[in-house]
């Protein structure tokens, strides 16, 4: 079979399907994100034959050249995965050939803030289009409580096969942790609900091929769930430490130092650190799904998730009004003064800029006329609004030549002290650099 670049194949779905059979492949992933290539890297590298299916043809071009698009996976990485028989693919007859299939599609708000499943959807009808008896099709996509029995099912059961009796269907939530480097993906507990007993073993034993610890949930729902509350702990907690910190510079009390010491409980207690908001694809997304379900199922509202939405929706606001009583006190107004942004990333050490509170911080700096321009060793090129914030090209010279220097992500590539010792004026929102001439959140 000849794959081009873009991933496309040389035969028609009905002839791959026939010519499938003799090429057996172990795993399909559908969505080669930032959860379905580590996902896909993991699973070659124990032997197995991976394909992937993504709608993103660059993408899939990148992967098939050797090249990575996301973060923790290198392009080292990718030429091992190809070396081990790993292609990518636009044409969802790639399907046809895989036991198992993983959908990792991206699971985002629709317009009016609810779960948009259209890219699940639309890869569970490419799932049943070659679906046949015997295979394990498992959703990885975080999404909120009965997806996978109530929407995911029907749609594969629809050219007639039946789930739990013809086809495993199970749910798995990811863990993964971008720009995490202490735990790898096989270290990391998997937690896998099946939509019978039957289901569950399948998945429980295709995971276990390539993940240390498999942990089984009662059921789909049940798997489901567990990532919501694991995102919601995070959320929630989030936000309560941002209130905290607001509340505690009321008080004269500072945080961080009480945070650092609450820390040293060996147990009951973890500690979350303030920071501008929120952001990625996750922790600010998935409360929402899991709201959704509350308030149409039971047609109440999820209060906690409301209120930590509130208060980490308020914290760039609350930035921006900080950096501009820093100004002041220096005897400038924010109109009109320079203002540098350092890491506009949702977190540090990675480039995924998704849901960044960097960009309302940027809108509320510009809606105040201050000048604003960035910095980050990930991010070349950087729009908000769809006009684009210029990057600086020389950080030293920058740091020395803005009014104000508002530390967002403390990237490991930043240099903190020399930082410091440079700006005419740092605002540190990371809790990083602890000396008199430096505003910390
Ligand atoms: N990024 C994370 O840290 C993380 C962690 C845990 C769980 N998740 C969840 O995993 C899911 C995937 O997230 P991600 O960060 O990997 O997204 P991503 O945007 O990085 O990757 C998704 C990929 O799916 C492709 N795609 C979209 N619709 C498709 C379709 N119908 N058919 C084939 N390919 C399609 C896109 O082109 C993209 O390449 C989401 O539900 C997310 O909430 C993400």
């Known amino acids: 079979m000849q794959v081009d670049k873009a991933g496309s194949l040389g035969e028609t779905s009905e002839q791959l399907g026939e010519s499938a059979r003799a090429d057996h492949v172990e795993l399909a992933v559908i969505g080669l994100g930032y959860v379905g290539l580590p996902l896909a890297r993991e699973a070659a590298s124990v032997g197995l034959r991976v394909v992937g299916l993504d709608r993103n043809a660059r993408v899939v071009s990148d992967l098939n050249s050797g090249r990575s698009h996301v973060d923790d996976v290198s392009d080292e990485d990718v030429r091992r995965m190809r070396e081990a028989g790993f292609t990518a693919y636009t044409d969802d007859a790639c399907l046809a050939r895989a036991q198992t299939v993983v959908i990792c ?25 070659h679906l046949r008896p015997g295979r394990l ?6 999404t909120y409580p009965g997806t996978t029995d109530e929407v995911v099912r029907p749609l594969l059961e629809e050219p007639g096969l039946k789930a739990g009796e013809d086809f495993a269907l199970a749910f798995s939530p ?14 990391v507990p998997k937690v ?31 798997a489901e769930m567990a990532k919501l509350i694991e995102n919601t702990y995070r959320h929630v907690n989030i936000a309560l430490v941002n209130e905290l910190a607001i509340i505690s510079r009321e008080l004269h009390i500072d945080v961080w130092d009480a945070i650092r010491c609450a820390g040293t409980k060996p147990f009951g207690f973890q500690a979350f650190r303030p920071s501008a908001g929120v952001g990625g694809h996750c922790i600010p997304i998935d409360p929402n799904y899991l709201s959704y379900k509350v308030r149409s199922s039971l047609g109440y509202e999820f209060r906690f998730v409301e209120l930590a939405q509130e208060i980490n929706r308020r914290m760039p606001e609350y930035v921006v009004r900080r950096a ?35 960009v309302p911080v940027a809108k509320l700096l510009r809606e105040r006329e201050a000048e604003v321009s960035f910095h980050d060793p990930h991010v070349q090129r950087w729009s908000v609004d769809g006009v684009s914030v210029p990057r600086v090209p020389d950080l030293t010279a920058a740091v020395r030549e803005h009014d104000l220097t508002l530390l967002l992500q403390d990237h490991s590539a ?22 008199p001439d430096v505003e910390v959140l």
Not at 110 to 116: A, H, L, M, Q, V
Not at 201 to 208: D, E, I, K
Not at 327 to 346: D, E, F, I, K
């Open 105 to 129: 599609v991206p699971t985002p708000l629709s317009e009016d803030g609810g779960p948009d499943l259209s890219a699940v959807t639309s890869a569970a009808r490419a799932v049943a289009g």
């Open 137 to 142: 099709v498992v959703l990885e996509s975080t």
């Open 174 to 187: 990811e863990r993964i942790d971008p720009g995490n480097t202490t735990h790898a993906l096989r270290e």
């Open 192 to 222: 896998v609900g099946g939509l019978t007993p039957a289901c569950a073993v399948r998945a429980v034993a295709f995971y276990g091929k390539f993940i240390d610890t498999v942990v089984q949930a009662k059921g789909t729902r049940e």
């Open 324 to 358: 501009q009583d820093l100004l002041n006190s220096a005897g400038r107004p924010l109109h009109g003064s320079r203002v540098l942004l350092l890491g506009v990333t949702y977190k540090p050490d990675v480039a995924d800029q998704r849901e960044s509170p960097a």
């Open 414 to 435: 930043y240099d903190l002290p020399a930082l410091a010792d440079q700006a005419r004026l740092l605002f540190d929102t990371r809790g990083r650099i602890f000396r």
